[in-house]
């Protein structure tokens, strides 16, 4: 069975999700930051802060840390990564929104970019880091591509025949939050950030081969600027 919200009680930021919520401001992609969450669950590594700015190349604001590495079991398997953000002479520290990339492999979530520098969505507000040579971005169409994705509640029902045109009602089987669909190709330009899908039949998780209900261009965003399609980072 699909597991749409998955539980992560190894990290401190409950936020780790497969699929958004109803963004303040547009997703760009995640940040994979191996200096505070290492390669993987269970990873053995050795933790470095990451410095957040109020600018590119400005004033720290916070930095990103390790408060409690992995416990790792005798007979297997590991718990207890903690990750937070901790602004200077704060008393507490605060979670780091995070969500999930591939499997168990959190991110944090990008809202602009310039060039090695991103901006990323804190408890409160945003910041800015400066990402290292082993730090990777993940784009929308980078994770779109082959996955397992959806359109969310922030898609409007409609598709279009290209990019800015005049819409129209899907042909969709159902009209769910979680509608399967199969990515295409990605265009970006004067009109934005636009998908070209197949919306499906059904899940190719559920039984039977899925089949095309229709097809058709979305825009990446929707209401209140979140991503209209997204996809489970933990496969069926």
Same mark, same amino acid.
């Given at each position: ?36 969450? #290492? ?37 297997? #398997? ?46 409160? #507000? ?111």
């Amino acid at each position: 069975m699909r597991q749409k919200l998955p539980v992560v009680a190894l990290l401190l930021s409950s936020a780790v999700l497969s699929q958004p919520v109803l963004a303040q401001e547009r997703v760009i992609g995640l940040l994979a930051l191996p200096e505070v969450f #290492g390669q993987g669950a269970c990873d053995r590594f050795t933790p470095r802060p990451v410095e957040l700015r109020a600018t590119p190349q400005g004033p720290v604001v916070g930095t990103v840390i390790v408060v409690k590495p992995w416990t790792h079991h005798s007979n297997g #398997g590991c718990e207890g990564l903690e990750v937070a953000v901790r602004a200077p002479l704060a008393a507490t520290v605060q979670p780091l929104p995070m969500m999930e990339y591939a499997y168990e492999e959190p991110g944090a979530v990008v809202l602009e970019r310039r060039e090695t520098w991103f901006r990323v969505r804190l408890t409160v #507000g945003s910041a800015w880091l400066e990402a290292s040579a082993q730090d990777e971005f993940y784009g929308l169409e980078r994770l779109f591509q082959d996955g397992l994705t959806y359109l969310t509640e922030a898609w409007s029902g409609q598709v279009w025949a290209s990019p800015g045109s005049a819409g129209r009602p899907a042909k969709s089987p159902r009209f769910a939050p979680d509608q399967p669909v199969r990515v295409r190709r990605a265009s970006r330009d004067k009109e934005g950030l636009w998908f070209l899908v197949d919306i499906m039949s059904h899940s190719a998780c559920d039984d039977g081969e899925p089949t095309v209900a229709d097809q058709g261009w979305v825009p990446a965003y929707g209401k209140a600027d979140a991503p209209t399609i997204w996809f489970y980072s933990r496969g069926c």
